[in-house]
């Protein structure tokens, strides 16, 4: 039983290409996020959904669209794909404890 | 603003050996302090936190960590390294008005030798 699953886990497409990476989480959690680590390892938060609110969004390209149909999921819609944009995507859920994420095993987007 | 500075990009020690991974934060408010560990092609796991209270603090698989406001550090600590603990290591840090926006340093990655 994944606590946080992401799909799909690698990702390979041409730069201007729309992709989405979905994300679910079966603990019950209110808050989830996307963090991206690019190819340093480097991890930066992206957006914070908390009951279906947007309540963090980093300065992030607009072409960067986040979407919670409910408190469960929480889902990255990315239009026009840039070389940039290579990275590993994780989603990641918390229930109140600050600071303490549960991640999933993240989607390796990789764009050409 | 928030920062947090691993020194030591990579670390190695022999089985058994004492682990010892550095953390330094920057933060105007009182901190709240993780490190977290991210096994190959996983994501991260939550190994210890500080929050308030004891500045000494235990977490997962024999680590612990202190928290040093003087030093502005929140060094790692293992007193035996196992194969086991292979893994890269991510410190971070939260605060404000943002406790739930975790603020990462760099990471460091743990050789053990057998």
């Known amino acids: 039983d994944t606590a946080v699953s992401q799909t799909p886990k690698y990702l390979v497409t041409q730069m201007g290409n729309d992709k989405s990476i979905k994300c679910e989480q079966n603990l019950g959690h209110d808050t989830m996020y996307w963090y991206k680590q690019d190819s340093k390892k480097f991890l930066k938060i992206m957006f914070s959904y908390n009951n279906k609110e947007l309540i963090i969004n980093e300065t992030v390209p607009n072409r960067f669209s986040p979407k919670s149909p409910d408190k469960a999921h929480l889902n990255l819609h990315i239009n026009s794909l840039e070389l940039g944009d290579s990275a590993v995507y994780f989603c990641?859920?918390?229930?109140?404890?600050?600071?303490?994420?549960?991640f999933g095993e993240g989607s390796r987007l990789t764009v050409l | 603003a928030q920062s947090v500075t691993q020194l030591g990009s990579h670390v190695s020690v022999s089985e058994g050996a004492l682990v010892l991974l550095r953390c330094n934060y920057s933060?105007?408010?009182?901190?709240?302090l993780f490190w977290y560990v991210q096994y190959p092609n996983q994501g991260l796991q939550l190994l210890l936190k500080?929050?308030?209270?004891?500045?000494l603090v235990k977490g997962i698989n024999g680590f612990e960590a202190e928290f040093k406001k003087s030093e502005t550090s929140f060094h790692l600590t293992k007193p035996s390294a196992h194969m086991s603990d292979a893994a890269e290591y991510f410190c971070?840090?939260?605060?404000?008005?943002?406790?739930?926006?975790?603020?990462f340093g760099q990471g460091t990655i743990l050789t053990v030798h057998p």
């Open positions: 933060s105007s408010v009182p901190p709240y």
């Open positions: 990641a859920s918390s229930r109140g404890s600050p600071g303490e994420l549960f």
């Open positions: 500080y929050t308030t209270g004891a500045t």
């Open positions: 971070a840090v939260s605060g404000g008005t943002s406790y739930g926006k975790l603020t």
